[in-house]
């Protein structure tokens, strides 16, 4: 039995187990294969099978322990379930086999510990031994009833090492669950487990320390009602505590504290550990005594949470999250909810103490919901034919009270840069959703905020709580979508390590997907959600908006790495962008010349201004400008291509600029939204191989169909916005604006002026005049978004090219408007 098995086989076995929750018919194969590998009863002769099948289980559950185990009880759950009406029930009987032959080998293990050589294997195979033991109990605690006298004497394994402390925290484990099961135990033995807890209590530490408690609730609570026992244990700590306190309350000072600290730091963990499990204002602890137990130990703990000292602070808040899962009113006291929410919502205050605050609440949802659980077994052993909900109205309501208490500061926690933070955050928010403790859409912003954690397993958590809601109720995530990419960012801004690096929005792997991929894809199934969501998005970008510019960088980004699949997604973002384009590319100009005209009134303005001035609504895309004449066209595109006159003309509007250089710093902030969306625009052209007659003949009314098909995308295009990048990090807008910043922007302000010109192709040119159209736009939108030519990509498919020639460049015209 020394023999390790095969670590492949343990491999392989505990990556299927792993998939106990998958879908059904992956459920149903995990359960079929362990049924046959481990649950099926072995002969009695075969000793040998027996032994491998024992050394496979505890070799997974030892592979295991650091993952966690609910996928054991998961597969024995299942197994179990799938024959409760069976006559024959092969699982129960292998389960026996395998209790009795795991405690056999448990004791084999302990004769062997005495040789050194193999001390340490023996001593490992022994921990994952009783660990699967304590598996085993706690979906069927029956099954070890007659072994619990056994297992006491591991009580008193003495603790040199880490396996050993496991060992007698697995120990006290199972005989919670299994002593009172027990028929007529001996007084003798309930004594000795008494005792034995006690001195575990008083000598070791607060894992220990907390099982052992746990385990003397279960024994006196539930068998013994030893309750002097119990009490005289309490006031030996609380006594230690109020003499603690009244020393400190003389001298702040004093050194007695400090001297005192590892009592005072027992004495709080074990006073409200005790708590936890005892009621000790029944009269069986206090007899006639009036005092009110469970105010004065809050008043006590409550004192020492305002201490200096953080290690004491924190054992006072664990003291009293003990306290509370017995009496959960508490928390509705006025000094309570101040301490949980200033420490909550303090962005000063020690994480440590942020997340005992947080594991406070887990711990308590938790033990609420077993308590529901066991409650819901127990009503319908008794009577199915009852109504089963009056029952937890109560304790429910409570529940949900408390979280309606604390639910806005523990989302508020989601913008920590420590991720234990946000982790215990996001599984206080689970519970409570899984409880259904309160109305889930104010939850559905934060929990998209969270999908986009760094870390896969918190991503995967959130990303499953909106699965959820979404299934129950349908329209919460669309509802909330645009919310929560806003509050997306600022998590994003939160865990940002460099804040000087501007907040990116797609991953920075091989796959630079979206961060907020898996939202855009509950969306796009309906078109309608899809499309004002996207649309909710772009609006953004407008001018009137005033979204500040990393956010704006941070939504481009997404847009551009969301996981389109059908043509129809680009293309009506493409389509839109030209909109915002023409009406938000005027109305920048517009406020642009107004400064300079304002600030220069009696200078005489330079003719390539006036010419400014005299087409200021040149730009609008409109149709309906009949003066827009097509010599004045050709006149513009002469001059546009001069690179004599373009300085001529940067050189005229440097001169009319105001002293003042806000309203220059106000258009190149706004400027980035228009530039993102020109960036957006080309990048999502260059990504799916469209014709910009493909482009321009796009419209939002036709069938869905028509646009059905899915996307060609290309490799290797990536997304970088390198003026709007720049603009970020040289941080324009607190720094002084020197002559080179000024004549940059000038130059910006005359491409976008260009730009403006030729957005709109002109369907009755012909005869080349297209192509100095497209010229003049290709080089304007080239100018803005520095450097490499927009790309005239060849048309995608036959059909495009039988569409006749591209009329547009690089941004494509708004003529259908």
Not at 313 to 335: R, V
Not at 750 to 775: C, I, Q, R, W, Y
Request: aromatic residues 8%; negative net charge.
């Amino acid at each position: 039995i020394e023999q390790p098995t095969f670590p492949k086989i343990t491999e392989m076995c505990v990556k299927m187990i792993r998939r106990v929750n998958d879908e059904e018919g992956i459920k149903k194969l995990v359960n079929e294969t362990f049924q046959k590998l481990w649950f099926t009863p072995t002969p009695h002769h075969d000793k040998e099978a027996m032994t491998r099948k024992i050394l496979n289980i505890t070799d997974v559950v030892a592979a295991c322990r650091d993952t966690g185990y609910d996928w054991f009880e998961q597969l024995l759950q299942n197994l179990l379930k799938s024959e409760e009406d069976a006559s024959y029930k092969p699982v129960k009987k292998a389960c026996t086999q395998l209790v009795d032959n795991l405690v056999e080998h448990i004791l084999k293990y302990e004769e062997s510990l005495s040789d050194s050589d193999n001390k340490g294997v023996n001593s490992g195979r022994l921990v994952a031994c009783i660990t699967t033991l304590f598996l085993f109990s706690k979906i069927r605690p029956q099954l070890m009833v007659k072994h619990a006298m056994t297992m006491q004497p591991y009580l008193t394994t003495k603790c040199s090492t880490q396996n050993d402390f496991m060992v007698i925290c697995n120990v006290a484990k199972i005989l919670e669950l299994v002593v009172p099961l027990m028929e007529h135990p001996s007084e003798t033995f309930l004594a000795t487990i008494e005792e034995d807890l006690m001195k575990l209590i008083i000598k070791y530490g607060m894992t220990v320390v907390q099982h052992c408690v746990s385990c003397l609730g279960a024994v006196v609570n539930k068998v013994t009602q030893n309750y002097k026992f119990v009490w005289a244990c309490f006031n030996r700590y609380y006594g230690a505590l109020s003499k603690l306190k009244n020393q400190h309350q003389e001298d702040p000072n004093s050194t007695i504290l400090t001297a005192n600290k590892p009592a005072l730091l027992r004495s709080l963990f074990t006073v409200g550990a005790l708590c936890r499990h005892f009621d000790f204002d029944q009269e069986d602890f206090k007899g006639n005594s009036k005092v009110n137990i469970k105010d004065k130990v809050l008043e006590l703990l409550m004192y020492f949470t305002k201490h200096s000292d953080e290690e004491v602070q924190t054992k006072a808040i664990i003291g009293l999250g003990f306290a509370f899962i017995q009496h959960p009113s508490l928390m509705f006291e006025q000094e309570v909810k101040t301490l949980y929410n200033s420490i909550l919502s303090d962005k000063s205050c020690s994480v440590n103490l942020k997340i005992q605050v947080l594991k406070n609440l887990q711990t308590y949802l938790q033990e609420e919901d077993t308590r529901m659980q066991q409650a819901d077994r127990d009503w319908k052993k008794v009577a199915k034919q009852e109504d089963l909900k009056e029952m937890g109205d109560i304790s429910s309501g409570m529940s949900s009270s408390i979280m309606q208490l604390y639910l806005k500061q523990v989302l508020e926690a989601f913008f920590h840069n420590q991720s234990s933070v946000r982790h215990f955050a996001l599984n206080v928010i689970a519970l409570t959703l899984n409880q259904g403790l309160i109305h889930p859409v104010q939850c559905v912003p934060y929990l998209i905020a969270m999908g986009t954690d760094p870390e896969p397993s918190m991503r995967n958590k959130a990303d499953q709580q909106l699965v959820e809601i979404d299934k129950k109720y349908a329209g919460f995530i669309h509802m909330k979508a645009v919310a929560g990419m806003k509050m997306s960012y600022q998590v994003q801004q939160a865990i940002n390590s460099c804040p000087k690096d501007p907040v990116r929005g797609f991953r920075h792997d091989e796959s630079s997907s979206a961060l907020c991929s898996h939202l855009y894809s509950m969306i796009r199934g309906n078109r309608q959600h899809r499309r004002a969501f996207l649309i909710s998005l772009l609006n953004l970008f407008d001018d009137t908006a005033k979204t500040e510019v990393n956010m704006l960088l941070y939504i481009a980004d997404n847009l551009a790495c969301f996981p389109y699949q059908t043509q129809e997604e680009p293309l009506f973002i493409m389509h839109h962008i030209d909109i915002t384009l023409s009406v938000s590319g005027s109305n920048l100009l517009q406020s642009f010349k107004e400064s300079m005209v304002k600030d220069k009134k009696k200078e005489r303005k330079p003719s390539s201004e006036e010419e400014t001035e005299s087409d200021s609504n040149s730009g609008s895309g409109s149709e309906s400008e009949e003066e827009a004449s097509k010599p004045r066209r050709l006149r513009k595109r002469v001059d546009s291509d001069s690179d004599s006159d373009e300085e001529n003309d940067i050189n005229a509007v440097m001169k009319c600029l105001p002293e003042n250089s806000a309203p220059l710093i106000e258009f190149a902030n706004v400027s980035q939204g228009i530039l993102l969306l020109l960036m957006l625009k080309q990048h999502l052209k260059n990504l799916c191989g469209f014709s910009d007659s493909k482009i321009q003949k796009y419209s939002p009314s036709e069938s869905a169909k028509v646009y059905d098909k899915a996307i060609n995308r290309k490799t290797g295009v990536h997304f970088h916005p390198k003026q709007t990048l720049d603009f970020l990090r040289s941080d324009m807008a607190s720094s002084k604006i020197t002559e080179e910043v000024k004549r940059s922007i000038v130059k910006q302000y005359l491409d976008f002026k260009l730009l403006m010109e030729h957005l709109d192709p002109d369907e009755e040119e012909e005869d080349g005049e297209v192509s100095a159209s497209t010229n003049a736009r290709n080089k304007a939108i080239t100018s803005l978004l520095g450097g490499g030519s927009p790309k005239n990509n060849a048309a995608e498919t036959e059909d495009d090219e039988s569409d006749g020639e591209d009329r547009g460049g690089g941004t494509s015209g708004v003529r259908r408007r």
